[in-house]
């Protein structure tokens, strides 16, 4: 339920900036997908590093299970959404601070 609210929520970006979230969601597949290829290799060669580390918690998986939890779903889904929401945040202050009158000096 939450992966559908972050989902819609980055949805909704595009009705009042379609094209800044046109371009926030190509740089964020664009930063996500290399991540997405090091963590497949990571994980199938079991580096030891943090692309391929599960939680203290969590029980070893196989490979699929553990590179669907650790990688392709928080990479392709949570983070994309992420980069949407706040760069959008961040576009709306920078056209919100941009659009103020310039301040006179008497």
């Known amino acids: 339920m939450g992966l559908l609210l972050i989902v819609v929520a980055a949805a909704l970006q595009f009705v009042p900036f379609p094209r800044l979230a046109k371009t926030l969601i190509a740089y964020a597949y664009a930063a996500r997908i290399p991540v997405v290829v090091v963590m ?3 994980i199938r060669g079991s580096w030891g590093t943090h692309y391929d580390a599960l939680p203290p918690e969590a029980v070893p998986a196989s490979f699929w299970p553990k590179f669907l939890e650790i990688a392709l779903i928080p990479q392709l889904i949570f983070w994309i ?11 709306a202050i920078f056209i919100a601070v941009r659009k103020q009158p310039a301040i006179q000096a008497p």
């Open 40 to 42: 497949y290799f990571a």
């Open 81 to 91: 959404a992420y980069t949407i929401i706040v760069g959008t945040l961040v576009g």
